[in-house]
C-alpha cells in the first residue's frame, strides 16, 4: 500500500508539471516573428492549401517580384554568397542548383501544424508533445515496484518536459523532435526488455523503431543522431545471437527508408539532388574554430540542458553499479553507452557550426535523458503485467488526458491577433519591402514581399536596388536595426515616411531621376 501510495504521489508531481507547462503554452502570444516561427507557418499554409497534392514540397516563391529578383540572380557577376539570402524574407534563400528561392526548413514541423487552426497551430503542437512526452512516463510508474525507479521516471519525465519547454517557443521542430526521441528511447527499452537468448527478436516493434527514426529526420536533419539507438540494438542482437542480426537489420533498414522518402522528395524538389539539405550554405558549414566559442555558448545560455544531463550521469552511474545479471547488465551497459555516445556526437557536431545556437542540441538531451530513465526498467522487468496494474496506471494517464483536451479548449477560443495592415494598398505584383524580423509578419499576414537587405553584400544591396529601380518595381523599406540608412547609402534616390508598424518607420523609396 506505502509504494502504491508513493507511485500516485510521483504521478501527481509529474501531471501537475505538465498541466504547468500547458498553461504556459496557452498564455504565449502567437506571432511568426522572425525565421523559424515564420518558416514553419508558411510551410504549414502550403499544406493547407493543397492537402491531396505534392505541390507543398516545393516551396519555392514564384511571385513576380521574386522572378525579377531571380533575374538579377541569373545575371550579376557578384559571388552567390554576398546576396544568395538578401534577396528572399527569412527562412528562405536563392538555391543556384534549381533557381529558386526556398525554404530552409524540412517539411515535418509544417506538415504536422497544418493539421490545427490557424493563430493556435503552434502552440497545440507543443501540448500534444508535453502529453505525449508526460504520458509514457506516467505509463511506466506504477507498473513497478521500486519506489527509486518511479521517483526516477518521474524525476526524468519533469526533466524532459523542463528543457523541451525551455527552448520550444525557440523552433516548432523541437516539440515533436523531443516527443520522438521520447517515444524512439521508450521503444528501444521495450524491445530490449524482449530480447533473450533462445528467442526471436519483436521484429514489428523494430520495424516500428525503423519507421520512427526515418520519420524524425523530416523535423531537424540533427536527429540522424538518434541512430545511435539502432546501433545500440544491433550491438545487442550480435552479443546474444548473430544469426538474427541480418534479418533485423532488414526489419529496421526497410522501414526506416520508406518513412524518409517525403524528405528525400522533398530535397530533390527544392535542391535538385535528394541528398542535400534545404539548409542553405551559411548554416551548414563547419569549422573547428567554433568549438570552444559554441560549448561557451552552451554553459551560457544551457542551465536547463545542463541540469537534466547531471541527473542523466548520477542515474548512469546508479545502474552501473547495481548487482544484476550478467544479461540485464549487458542491457544497461549497451544503452548507457548509447546514450550518451549519440550525445556527445551532437555536442560535437553541433559545436562545430558556423552558425549556432544552444537549442540544437536539446532533442538529443531529451533522448539521452530518457533512454537512461527507460533502462532503468530493465532492472525490475515483469515477465507478465497483471491486469490490475495496467488499471492502476489508468488514472494518472485519463489526468494526462483531461490536461490535453483542456488546453485545446482554451485554445479554441484564443485567436491570432494581426496587427493592422501598414501598407493597404501594397501591390504584390510590383513592390516589394525590404524589412527584417518583422518582415515575416508582414509577409505571412498581408501578402507583402519581403527581402532581407542586411544579409547581402554593399555592392550587392547598391546592384540590386538599381536593377529593381529598372524594372519598374516599387521599393519600401521597414526601419529595423538601421535599414534606412542602410538602403540609403546603396541607393542614389531618396526615402519618404508612408507608413508605421511596431513602432518602426516605414518609408518608400524614390529614384533620381539623373
Not at 534577396?87 to 530552409?104: E, F, G, L, V, W
Not at 505509463?139 to 525551455?166: A, D, H, K, P
Not at 529526420?217 to 540522424?224: D, E, H, V
Not at 496494474?389 to 485545446?408: M, V
Request: proline share 4%; charged share 15%.
Amino acid at each position: 500500500m506505502r509504494k502504491r501510495s508513493f507511485a500516485l504521489i510521483f504521478s501527481i508531481f509529474l501531471i501537475l508539471y505538465q498541466l504547468n507547462n500547458t498553461w504556459v503554452s496557452i498564455t504565449q502570444t502567437e506571432k511568426v516573428t522572425g525565421c523559424d516561427s515564420y518558416g514553419y507557418s508558411k510551410q504549414a499554409k502550403l499544406f493547407k492549401e493543397s492537402p491531396n497534392s505534392l505541390k507543398a514540397f516545393d516551396t519555392s516563391i514564384n511571385g513576380d517580384v521574386q522572378k525579377v529578383l531571380i533575374s538579377w540572380a541569373n545575371q550579376t557577376n557578384l559571388p552567390s554568397k554576398e546576396w544568395y539570402q538578401m534577396i528572399a524574407p527569412h527562412a528562405h534563400h536563392y538555391r543556384d542548383s534549381t533557381r529558386k528561392i526556398i525554404n530552409q526548413y524540412p517539411y515535418g514541423t509544417g506538415w504536422l501544424l497544418s493539421f490545427f487552426p490557424e493563430g493556435i497551430n503552434r502552440r497545440s503542437l507543443w501540448i500534444i508533445s508535453y502529453f505525449g512526452i508526460a504520458s509514457l512516463f506516467l505509463f511506466c510508474i506504477r507498473t513497478y515496484q521500486s519506489i527509486l525507479l518511479n521517483s526516477s521516471l518521474t524525476l526524468f519525465g519533469i526533466g524532459s518536459l523542463y528543457v523541451t519547454n525551455s527552448f520550444v517557443i525557440r523552433s516548432d521542430s523541437l516539440a515533436p523532435s523531443c516527443l520522438f526521441a521520447a517515444g524512439i528511447s521508450f521503444l528501444v527499452v521495450n524491445i530490449f526488455s524482449n530480447i533473450n537468448p533462445g528467442s526471436d527478436p519483436p521484429y514489428y516493434k523494430i520495424s516500428l523503431f525503423g519507421l520512427l527514426i526515418g520519420a524524425s529526420l523530416s523535423f531537424r536533419p540533427g536527429n540522424i543522431i538518434f541512430i545511435s539507438s539502432a546501433l545500440a540494438l544491433l550491438w545487442l542482437i550480435l552479443k546474444i545471437k548473430k544469426s538474427h542480426l541480418l534479418k533485423s537489420i532488414l526489419y529496421f533498414s526497410i522501414p526506416a527508408f520508406i518513412s524518409s522518402l517525403p524528405l528525400w522528395y522533398a530535397n530533390f524538389i527544392n535542391t535538385g539532388n535528394i541528398f542535400t539539405s534545404t539548409y542553405s550554405v551559411h548554416d551548414t558549414t563547419f569549422s573547428f574554430n567554433m568549438l570552444i566559442p559554441n560549448i561557451i555558448e552552451i554553459l551560457k545560455d544551457g542551465n536547463p540542458i545542463a541540469t537534466v544531463l547531471t541527473f542523466s550521469f548520477l542515474f548512469s552511474s546508479l545502474l552501473l553499479s547495481k548487482q544484476l545479471s550478467d544479461l540485464k547488465y549487458l542491457k544497461i551497459k549497451i544503452l548507457i553507452t548509447s546514450a550518451w555516445l549519440g550525445m556527445f556526437t551532437m555536442i560535437l557536431l553541433i559545436c562545430l557550426k558556423t552558425v549556432f545556437n544552444p537549442y540544437y542540441i536539446v532533442s538529443q538531451v531529451v533522448m539521452t535523458n530518457c533512454m537512461i530513465s527507460f533502462a532503468g526498467i530493465i532492472t525490475e522487468t515483469p515477465n507478465n503485467i497483471s491486469n490490475d496494474r495496467i488499471l492502476k496506471r489508468i488514472i494518472p494517464l485519463s489526468l494526462s488526458l483531461i490536461i490535453l483536451l483542456s488546453g485545446f479548449t482554451f485554445l479554441s477560443f484564443q485567436k491570432q491577433l494581426a496587427d493592422k495592415n501598414p501598407l493597404p494598398l501594397f501591390d504584390s505584383k510590383n513592390s516589394i519591402l525590404w524589412a527584417d524580423s518583422y518582415g515575416s509578419d508582414l509577409n505571412y499576414l498581408y501578402d507583402i514581399n519581403t527581402a532581407k537587405l542586411s544579409h547581402g553584400s554593399h555592392p550587392a544591396r547598391k546592384e540590386v536596388i538599381a536593377y529593381l529601380t529598372s524594372q519598374g518595381i516599387q521599393q519600401f523599406v521597414l526601419d529595423q536595426n538601421s535599414y534606412a540608412s542602410k538602403f540609403d547609402a546603396a541607393s542614389s534616390g531618396s526615402l519618404k515616411k508612408v507608413s508605421e508598424y511596431r513602432s518602426f518607420n516605414i518609408y518608400k523609396y524614390t529614384p533620381n531621376p539623373f
